[in-house]
Structures are given as C-alpha cells and as structure tokens.
C-alpha cells in the first residue's frame, strides 16, 4: 500500500481565516514533505520532517506554519495568507530522505 | 544552483509509438533518479525510479540513466492516450532533496 491522504480535497478561504491541511501515511515512512504547485510549474519544497522533525524550511512565511505531531501525520496550518498562495498544496512521504516520495491526491486552496 | 532540465514539450506521438522524454541534470554527485506523471490537476503519481548506469524496465516503461553524461530517459512503448500527460524528472544526492525538472507534456494522438 503506497497510499498518502490528505484532507480537505477543496479550499476556499478569506485572507484572515484560520485553517489547517492534513496528511497521513501509514507506511511507516519516516520523512514527510509539504510542496506548493502552481500551474505548469513543478511541485516547490516548502517543508521537510525527518523523523518527526522539521530539518528543511525553504524559505517559506510564517503564515505557514508545520506540525508534525506524530510518525503518520502531518499538518499544515494556514493564517493570514494572500491570494497568491492560491496553488495546490501536496504532501509526500518517503522511507527516508533519499528514498522515493509517494504524494497524496493535494488541497486545492483558493484565498478570496 | 544545481539544475534539472527537461523540454517543456508539447512532445507529440502518435498512438502506438515510442515516446522518449529526457532530462539532464547539472550535479555530479546526483545518485537518485526518478520519473513522476501528472495528470492535469492530480498529484505527481510515481513511474519509475533508477539508480545505477543502463536500463530499468517496468512494463512499457523503461528508464536508462548516463552518469557520465549526466542524462537520464524515460521511454514508453506502445503510446496510448492514457499517456498523455506532464512528466517530471526528479534527482536527488545523498541526504539532499528532491530537485524536479519543469516537466515535459506529452500528448499521445489517436
């Protein structure tokens, strides 16, 4: 079973909501990545967690914030964002950092 | 800045022929190499992942790796429309994280 879900499937939200995406995997996959894509554009590394914690932030603002609260899951919650961020937003997971990633189906977010 | 390239495409074949997509990558010390399809508003959805030199078949699929030439290639047999699609190159070095190329679309004529 190579299965990642991610829920919600859809995402509309205003600027100065508060919401959340979540991820699961129960591979037993011990590395967890949140990408950004835009259209046309290849996946964007936002987050990495190795092993339940966070070792890569690329960069990105603090009205993203991750959490990792277990082996299986992972979150990424959203505040304040700016309809820029408007993308599909995936999570993968991978055995170790080297390793394959297996992505989930991703959020659509849509900031009104 | 280590690179991949790919050719955005559009990269047309008819149905039943040989699609071939390349990617060339620009750090030496790479060791990983993958070839992830998405379809258009779906997720990247993993083909086939190579490591050493030559050749990897996989049904309709083979995946050949040059390291000297620092050039990897996903070959489909026998095209199908169901092909159709945006296929991504992704290289990783030891301990470092994926770097994709910009994806190629391929479109499988009927």
């Known amino acids: 079973d190579t299965e990642v879900t991610q829920t919600p499937k859809h995402l509309v939200m205003g600027m100065t909501n508060k919401k959340s995406l979540k991820c699961e995997q129960h591979m037993g996959h011990r590395a967890m990545y949140w990408y950004k894509q835009k259209a046309k554009k290849p996946p964007e590394l936002m987050f990495v967690?190795?092993?339940?914690?966070?070792?890569i932030n690329e960069s990105v603002p603090s009205r993203f914030s991750p959490e990792c609260p277990n082996s299986s899951l992972l979150n990424l919650h959203l505040h304040a964002l700016q309809p820029e961020d408007s993308a599909l937003y995936l999570c993968?997971?991978?055995?170790?950092?080297?390793?394959?990633?297996?992505f989930g189906p991703g959020t659509r977010l849509t900031v009104t | 800045q280590k690179e991949v390239e790919q050719n955005s495409g559009p990269l047309s074949v008819p149905e039943g022929a040989i699609a071939s997509l390349n990617c060339t990558y620009s750090d030496r010390g790479s060791q990983s190499f993958f070839w992830y399809r998405q379809y258009s508003g779906k997720s990247p959805e993993l083909i086939m992942f190579?490591?050493?030199?030559g050749d990897k078949e996989d049904g309709r699929f083979t995946a050949q790796l040059n390291k000297a030439s620092q050039y990897v290639s996903l070959l489909i047999r026998d095209s199908q429309p169901s092909d159709s699609a945006t296929y991504l190159c992704a290289v990783t070095s030891h301990g470092q994280n994926f770097v994709f190329g910009p994806g190629t679309r391929l479109s499988v004529l009927p």
């Open positions: 993968a997971s991978s055995l170790a950092g080297d390793y394959e990633q297996y």
């Open positions: 967690y190795s092993y339940e914690k966070l070792s």
């Open positions: 190579i490591y050493s030199n």
